[in-house]
């Protein structure tokens, strides 16, 4: 079984600075996807980035993006230019077939 | 935008009583999920459904729990006698693909079940 592991349960940024969320995993598969969930305090799911194992280039979203080391297993999110908007909850997820497993959880908070 | 459409947003039950929560999800979507969030703790995966069978479940998804696409549009999470500790968020998802094939997994906004 594939399990995803979030060490920080809670991370604060000063606006406009960057902020660093680390994910490991652990997998036996060559080929996955991963993801960024945040979950906002109205507890939507929202994707954030994904990552597609077999891709060495790092995906990047506006001011989000991740650093990939597929040998490490590792999958961190960086957020740059922190904005009040980004405070939530982030999910790292691992892809399995049919199913995200999820990790832990990091709450940012971004301070004015 | 398309989005997944949950409802209600909120349920209230009382312990013992049985309770269907309903979800529409993208039109063109094939594959459709169910997981669920206690509060405070991680999402977890319930069960996956595709072409009106389920392709695959987590241990939570006991004989209590059963999903059903009853009319091609709707996709329904039935608990048949609910116990305190179903009181959870419950998420509706769908994708195009399978998100092992890189199906983008599209999420409702969730349904919020309280048993008492």
């Known amino acids: 079984a594939q399990t995803v592991t979030q060490s920080q349960p809670e991370m604060s940024v000063q606006e406009a600075e960057t902020v660093t969320l680390s994910c490991t995993y652990d997998?036996?598969?060559?080929?996955?996807?991963l993801f960024w969930y945040k979950q906002p305090p109205s507890r939507q799911m929202i994707l954030v980035i994904r990552?597609?194992?077999?891709?060495?280039q790092n995906a990047t979203e506006n001011r989000f993006s991740v650093n990939f080391q597929k040998a490490a297993k590792s999958f961190s999110l960086k957020i740059s230019d922190s904005q009040l908007g980004d405070t939530a909850m982030y999910f790292c997820a691992f892809m399995n077939d049919y199913k995200l497993s999820f990790g832990a959880g990091t709450t940012v908070t971004v301070r004015a | 935008e398309p989005e997944v459409t949950q409802t209600p947003s909120h349920q209230v039950t009382q312990m013992g009583q049985e309770v269907i929560l309903r979800c529409v999800p993208i039109?063109?979507?094939?594959?459709f999920y169910w997981y669920r969030q206690i509060l405070g703790q991680k999402v977890e995966f319930l069960v996956s459904f595709y072409n009106n069978e389920i392709s695959e479940k987590s241990e939570i998804f006991d004989d209590q729990f059963s999903v059903e696409r009853p009319d091609g549009s709707n996709f329904t999470l039935k608990i048949r006698s609910t116990k305190l500790e179903d009181s959870a968020m419950y998420f509706c998802?769908?994708?195009?693909?399978?998100?092992?094939?890189?199906?983008?997994?599209?999420f409702g906004s969730g349904t919020q079940l309280s048993v008492l």
């Open positions: 998802a769908s994708s195009l693909d399978r998100v092992g094939n890189g199906g983008w997994l599209f």
């Open positions: 997998t036996s598969e060559n080929n996955y996807y």
């Open positions: 990552q597609e194992a077999y891709k060495q």
């Open positions: 039109s063109n979507h094939l594959y």
